[in-house]
């Protein structure tokens, strides 16, 4: 099992331009998430998806879209980016034995010039 | 808001030594736990859990101790490594799928 997968590893962005992360799980879990990491900080929830079907708004939600494809696969998308979305991405995914547990990713580092 | 925080941003500790690492939450309706190891480049990473219900869980090497009188918890790590060296962080969560994580205290392993 590759568990949660992301892409892409890095990006670089003009301020306004678009772009989405990808996300996928192969453990079957029900829930999905996505969180922004910054310097010196923990990780703040974006958006997260509790199962299929369903999104909803996390601690910082304002200038992303998410996208729950299927079971699988849980997409971030920035309409218009700005430097403050400069950060790493993280997805993660629950929902095994524990249903509380997530399994992260290995991130994706966005930089907004 | 509340949150949960770590009251140390770093921490040095000399190889073979135990570490201690603490953590402050402050939402009393958090009913479960989770500290995560996060390596330089990488997610974090899933080290013990702890539920409410509980006030100590052991692990290889690590304990995590909860006192839910004054909203704190802790991970001891006995006889620290080198690998140990990493950024941990705390995370609770009221059961609604929403983890909130403190700030995270750097682990720098001496030799």
């Known amino acids: 099992n590759a568990g949660v997968t992301q892409t892409p590893k890095f990006q670089v962005l003009k301020t306004g331009q678009s772009m989405t992360l990808q996300c996928a799980q192969d453990m079957n879990h029900n829930s999905m998430y996505w969180y922004r990491q910054d310097p010196g900080m923990g990780l703040r929830l974006i958006y997260y998806s509790a199962s299929e079907g369903t999104t909803d708004k996390g601690e910082v939600p304002n200038g992303y879209n998410v996208s729950r494809l299927n079971k699988r696969e849980f997409s971030l998308r920035l309409e218009s980016a700005a430097p403050s979305q400069t950060s790493v991405y993280f997805c993660?995914?629950?929902?095994?034995?524990?249903?509380?547990?997530?399994?992260f990713g290995p991130g994706t580092r966005l930089t907004v010039l | 808001g509340e949150s949960v925080g770590l009251h140390l941003p770093t921490l040095s500790v000399q190889e073979g030594d135990n570490s201690i690492i603490n953590c402050a939450y402050s939402n009393s309706a958090s009913d479960y736990f989770i500290w995560y190891k996060q390596e330089s480049g990488k997610g974090p990473q899933f080290i013990i859990d702890?539920?409410?219900?509980?006030d100590k869980r052991q692990g290889q090497r690590v304990t995590v101790l909860l006192n839910k009188t004054v909203k704190h918890l802790s991970l001891q790590i006995a006889a620290t490594q080198p690998g140990d060296s990493a950024v941990y962080f705390c995370a609770e969560t009221a059961g609604d799928y929403k983890l909130s994580f403190g700030a995270g205290t750097t682990v720098t392993v001496r030799a």
């Open positions: 702890i539920r409410s219900n509980m």
């Open positions: 993660a995914s629950s929902g095994g034995v524990s249903r509380d547990e997530q399994f």
